[in-house]
């Protein structure tokens, strides 16, 4: 009854080995682990050598913390100067001129149209620029993100609704995730965790960065690219910008939009081969090849404004055509001025400025205070479950000790093949984890010891031990998953943390607390052929 094949040992040990070499590399250091991969013979495949580790939070290895909120008049500035191209399309497209031009106001724009049969003609195709809001396959839907209202006198507004703005504030965020990760990939940071926070705001941390104001830097800049000409003073059509090299002196920049950050493909800082002065060469996609080639060829001798965040970085006179499709913008920049410009561009601009509402730096001495009193806990915890189980089962004790040892190497294996996080709450989950393990065992153990008390011969009661245990074992182990996969998805950061460990603690408890266990005592028992239970 009690036997164990050769094949499920040998299975049981492999596996348990395995996971048991996976978890060596996050015991050693960076350095230690490039190291040891160098020094491997060249006929060693790569993959055969584990080499992942875990990854230490903000907290245990200290680093940089910031919360970005989305500036919501200033996407709606940005939202209201597109609609304001829309409408200026369709009035030409309908060769309407509306009355003293098309006024911005905060939540959209406005014209006046006096002729009535104008306003019929354009009115159905301004409509047709709102956007529904929510999605039909979630039986959501039947609003727009604008509304068109139009006076007797002939003053039409268009203006964002209240849930169109919410929309817009949700895609933003969304938005500016995904171009922050990018920029911060490109330094090369190890696990940034980049998270939204309520409604309009961003979650920031980046383990291992004690320069915050470089951090800050990549991130407060919209980036927002875009190559126009210089106009006529007073003329209508402009807008008047500062401009960096005549000393933040405002000068009239024409509207019109000949090429935008969106429409490059790379940028890489260099020097300028004349002057040795740090500039940024860039690189067109198709579309913005033709369109700045066009550009060019039409406006020779016209200064070409390079606006950066609506600041004129740089107006070089347009001296010939440029039609290869890429270019160079300089600004007398610094060498990291540049390489962080080239980042910006590269990763894409935010589709609003954030503001940094919150701000920390944990230092690395407090994250290795943080790490030793850690330790400490998981040791002091270990010895004193360790203690009560060898004083309570004896040598059955003994084999829950083993396993309880193998299930906290087989947790940091496993978190190492994912390259988890782990941060502070997460070593209060393995310390949890140590206990819901060994609880298991009393449990196997109490059912073993019922068994033997009614009768049942030593094999006999420690298989129906097992057996009978295992079911609540499940259902215990159950509850318990449910609840840290609900924190998984519904907490954040620390919490998030916790949960991953916690989730893995429970998967390796089936694994070392019942099959491992088993396979001890079933060996033992071949070997030794006791009379009685050790406990």
Known sequence: MLRFSKTKIIATMAVILIGLLLAVPS?????????????????????????????????????????????????????????????????????????????????????????????????????????PLGSAVLGQG?????????????????????????????????????????????????????????????????????????????????????????????AADVDMLPMREAGGQKVPVERRVIAEGGDLVDAQPAFDSRTNEPIVNFRFNIRG??????????????????????????????????????????????????????????????PAKLTIVEERTVGPGLGQDSIEAGKKATYVAAILVMLFMFATYGMFGLFANIALLVHVGLIFGLMSVLEATLTLPGIAGIVLTIGTAVDSNVLIYERIREEAHAGRSIPSAIQAGFERAFATIVDSNST???????????????????????????????????????????????WMRPKALPF
Do not use: C
């Open 289 to 350: 090849a033709q369109r700045f080639g066009q550009a060019t060829s039409e406006n020779i001798g016209r200064p070409l404004a390079i606006v950066l965040d609506n600041e004129v970085i740089s107006a070089p006179t347009i001296q010939s055509a440029i039609t290869g499709g890429s270019g160079q913008i300089s600004g007398r920049f610094t060498v990291q001025q540049a390489q962080d410009l080239a980042v910006l561009l590269r990763a894409g601009a935010l």
């Open 142 to 234: 039947g609003g727009r993100d604008l509304e068109v209202t139009s006076t007797p006198d002939g003053l039409i507004t268009l203006t964002y609704t209240d849930a169109g703005i919410n929309e817009k504030v949700r895609r933003a965020v969304d938005q500016s995730i995904e171009v922050i990760r990018r920029r911060i990939d490109v330094t090369g940071t190890t696990e940034p965790s980049i998270q939204r926070q309520g409604a309009d705001r961003v979650l920031v941390q980046v383990p291992g960065l004690q320069d915050p104001q470089r951090l800050k830097e990549l991130l407060g800049r919209t980036a927002k690219l875009e190559f126009r000409l210089l106009g006529q003073q007073g």
């Open 480 to 526: 318990m998953a449910i609840a840290a996969v609900i924190l998984f998805f519904l907490g954040s950061g620390p919490v998030r943390g916790f949960a991953v460990v916690f989730i893995l603690g429970i998967l390796t408890t089936v694994i070392t607390a019942v099959t491992l266990t088993r396979m001890m005592i079933a060996l033992w028992y071949h």
């Open 27 to 131: 015991l050693m250091s960076r350095e230690e682990r490039e190291a040891f991969q160098r020094s491997l013979p060249g006929w060693v495949p790569s993959w055969l050598i584990p080499s992942r580790a875990v990854v230490l939070g903000l907290d245990l290895q200290g680093g940089s913390h910031v919360l970005l909120e989305v500036d919501v008049p200033d996407l709606l500035r940005t939202q209201s100067t597109a609609l304001r191209d829309d409408v200026r399309r369709v009035l030409r497209e309908a060769r309407v001129s509306p009355q003293g031009g098309i006024q911005l106001n905060p939540r959209g724009v406005q014209i006046r149209v006096p002729d009535q049969a104008d306003r019929e003609k354009i009115l159905p195709r301004l409509r047709e620029l709102a956007q």
